[in-house]
C-alpha cells in the first residue's frame, strides 16, 4: 500500500457544511429563499465602495482594519480597539475555537445550532456537546447542566439559525452568571440587526462586564454582503489580543472593507430592510399558518416551517414541488429537523409565490391580499 499523508485524528470524522442550494437544473431563473441572504442586494452605497477599490487590487489591504473598526465603533458606540474583523463571523468562530479548545476539550451549543460550532471544534479536535431545547429555543438551565470540567467555550446563537428563537436578555445574563469565568461565552448575533422586540440584547453589554464574553456580527444578513465575507467581534482587551495573535496578517479584503464601512453608514437603507422583514416575516407566518403548517415564530429574516408525516406532503415532498415552481428553500435535516424547511424572507413577489406555491401543495386555494 502506498503511503501518503494522512490528516490529524478526526478530521475526517466531520461532515464538510454544505450552503443553502442556489440553482434548480433546467431552470434559469429561480427565486432564492434558502441562504437567508438581503433580498435587496447590498446598500447602492456599498456597491459602489467595493467598485471604487477596484482600482487596488494590487495593494494589500490594511491589515488592521483601521478604518473599519472605527466605522463599527461610531455604529454602536464601541471601543474600536475591542473589535477584530475577519472573513465572515465563520472565521471568528474558527479562531475562537483554535485559540480556545483543543483535543480533551469540549465546545458546548444548544442542539439545534448552528452547524460551525460542531465542524470548528472538531477541526482543533475538540468534542462538540449539544444541550436540549425547550420549544426550539436554548435554554439556560439545560445549557448548564451540560457544562462539564472540560467545557471551555459556550457557544449562543441570538437568535438562533434556524429556528429564529431567541433568549431575551435576562436569560443570556443568568447563563454568564452562572457559567464558570474561564468558560468562554460566544453570543452569535448575526441576526441582530433585524431584532426589534424590546427583552432582546446582543450582548453588549456582557462583554463590558468582564473578560469572558464575546459577541460576534456579519455583515452577511441586513448589509446583504454575503459575498464579500465580511464579519467582526467585540471583544475584552485580553481576548482581542489573542486574536489578532492568531488571525491571518491580511484576513479582510480592501474592497470587503471599503464596502463594509459604507454599507454600516447608510443607516436608510438598514431601516427599510428591517421594516420590510419584519412586514413580510409576519405576512408570510400568517399565510403558511393558514395552510396548517407548522411555523416558528422567528425574530430573525426567515422562517423555519414543519410538516406532517404524510410522506406526500412532508418536507422533502414540498421542497421537490416548489422546485418545479422555480424556488429554492433549505432543507433542515442537517439541524436535527428532518421534516422542516427553512425559508428566507424575500422580496414581496417571492413570498407570495412561496405561499401561493405551498397553498397548491397543501391541496388549499393560493394567498390572499396583504
Known amino acids: 500500500m502506498t503511503e501518503r499523508p494522512e490528516p490529524r485524528p478526526g478530521i475526517m470524522d466531520i461532515a464538510a457544511y454544505v450552503g443553502g442550494e442556489s440553482s434548480i ?181 456582557l462583554v463590558d462586564a468582564g473578560e469572558n464574553t464575546v459577541m460576534t456580527r456579519t455583515f452577511s444578513k441586513i448589509y446583504a454582503l454575503g459575498g464579500v465575507r465580511l464579519g467582526w467581534c467585540y471583544a475584552p482587551a485580553n481576548v482581542i489580543d489573542v486574536l489578532n495573535r492568531i488571525r491571518g496578517p491580511f484576513n479582510v479584503g480592501a474592497a470587503a472593507m471599503a464596502a463594509g464601512i459604507a454599507a454600516i453608514q447608510d443607516k436608510d437603507f438598514e431601516d427599510m430592510s428591517r421594516a420590510h422583514n419584519t412586514k413580510w416575516r409576519e405576512w408570510t407566518a400568517i399565510e403558511l399558518g393558514k395552510l396548517g403548517l407548522d411555523v416558528t415564530p422567528s425574530i430573525g429574516n426567515f422562517l423555519l416551517v414543519c410538516f406532517n408525516a404524510d410522506p406526500d406532503r412532508d418536507a422533502a415532498a414540498a421542497d421537490a414541488f416548489l422546485k418545479t415552481k422555480g424556488i429554492v428553500v433549505r432543507r433542515m435535516g442537517g439541524y436535527g429537523f428532518p421534516n422542516c424547511l427553512r425559508i428566507t424572507i424575500g422580496l414581496e413577489e417571492e413570498m407570495r409565490s412561496v405561499v401561493d406555491a405551498l397553498a397548491q401543495f397543501m391541496g388549499k386555494n393560493a394567498s390572499g391580499a396583504a
Open 25 to 205: 437544473p433546467g431552470v434559469d431563473r429561480i427565486i432564492k429563499l434558502s441562504s437567508n441572504e438581503g433580498p435587496f442586494g447590498p446598500s447602492p452605497l456599498a456597491s459602489k465602495a467595493h467598485e471604487t477599490e477596484a482600482q487596488n487590487l494590487h495593494r494589500y489591504p490594511d491589515g488592521g482594519a483601521v478604518k473599519l473598526r472605527a466605522a463599527i465603533g461610531e455604529r454602536y458606540g464601541l471601543d474600536p480597539e475591542k473589535i477584530v474583523c475577519g472573513a465572515g463571523s465563520d472565521e471568528l468562530i474558527s479562531l475562537l475555537c483554535k485559540a480556545y479548545a483543543g483535543p480533551g476539550d469540549e465546545v458546548l451549543y444548544s442542539e439545534h445550532g448552528f452547524l460551525m460550532y460542531p465542524i470548528s471544534a472538531k477541526t482543533v479536535g475538540a468534542t462538540p456537546v449539544t444541550a436540549p431545547e425547550v420549544d426550539k429555543t436554548a435554554n439556560v438551565d439545560n445549557l448548564l447542566a451540560a457544562v462539564t470540567d472540560k467545557t471551555r467555550i459556550l457557544f449562543l446563537a441570538n437568535p438562533n439559525n434556524p429556528t429564529g428563537t431567541y433568549l431575551p436578555a435576562t436569560e443570556v445574563k443568568r447563563l454568564r452568571d452562572n457559567l464558570r469565568d474561564d468558560v468562554l461565552l460566544v453570543i452569535d448575533a448575526a441576526y441582530a440587526e433585524y431584532v426589534t422586540v424590546d427583552d432582546y440584547s446582543a450582548g453588549i453589554e
